[in-house]
């Protein structure tokens, strides 16, 4: 059974520009969660999306937006990149309560 | 509020030592708990899960915890660690049951020397 993938692994984009990250969640999971890790705020809760749906939303502002296809896939997009939005981004796959992790997408803004 | 508190950031152990680290949450619903482990460079991987039924859960390397409802805990513990074991730990919880959002504690950086 394949894992969660993530795409691509690392990006460096320029402050002002626009990013986009992709998952693919494990075969049969409709619930796609995002995390944003940094070293000074730990691991937060971006949103989570449910059969295309999104579920639940952390407090993150307008320019973090995320989308999930009729195949479960996700995406998450940010605008307008900032200097604090380098982070690595976590994609989590649910079934039922466990969540299963991709490898994370690796963004550095400069 | 913080949901979830790891009280030590950083555990340094010997090869063989036991060690245990904690995390206590915050909630007066029933929860699910797990840990999670991260290697450098790597995402999360599922380490142990209490989602209901018998308070101690037990993993495939060795790993352990024990859900205490009265006190709010989930520490995990290992009697015998390996050098492998060095990595960061992560405590999480669900604390709605309507959501699989997880809150995270900040995580304990476990060092294993020989």
């Known amino acids: 059974k394949a894992g969660v993938t993530q795409t691509p692994r690392y990006l460096i984009k320029t402050r002002g520009q626009q990013v986009t990250l992709s998952c693919s969640p494990i075969?049969?999971?409709?619930?796609v969660s995002w995390y944003q890790q940094t070293p000074g705020q730990g691991l937060q809760f971006l949103f989570e999306?449910?059969?295309?749906?999104?579920?639940n939303k952390g407090n993150f502002p307008g320019r973090f937006s995320g989308r999930q296809f009729s195949n479960s896939r996700s995406e998450m997009n940010v605008s307008t990149l900032e200097l604090g939005d380098s982070a690595l981004y976590l994609c989590?796959?649910?079934?039922?309560?466990?969540?299963?992790f991709g490898q994370g997408t690796r963004l550095t803004v400069v | 509020a913080q949901s979830v508190t790891q009280l030590d950031s950083q555990v340094p152990v010997f090869e063989e030592a036991p060690v245990e680290l904690r995390c206590n949450y915050s909630s007066s619903v029933s929860v699910y708990l797990f840990w999670y482990v991260q290697y450098p460079n790597q995402g999360l991987q599922l380490l142990l899960k209490?989602?209901?039924?018998?308070?101690l859960v037990e993993s495939i390397n060795g790993f352990e915890a024990e859900f205490n409802k009265s006190q709010t805990s989930f520490h995990l513990r290992k009697p015998s660690v390996h050098i492998s074991d060095t990595a960061e730990y992560f405590c999480a919880v669900i604390l709605n049951e309507g959501d699989y959002k997880l809150s995270f504690g900040a995580g304990t950086t476990v060092t294993v020397r020989a």
């Open positions: 999306y449910f059969s295309e749906t999104q579920r």
């Open positions: 075969s049969g999971h409709r619930s």
């Open positions: 209490y989602l209901s039924g018998s308070t």
């Open positions: 989590a796959s649910s079934g039922g309560p466990e969540a299963f």
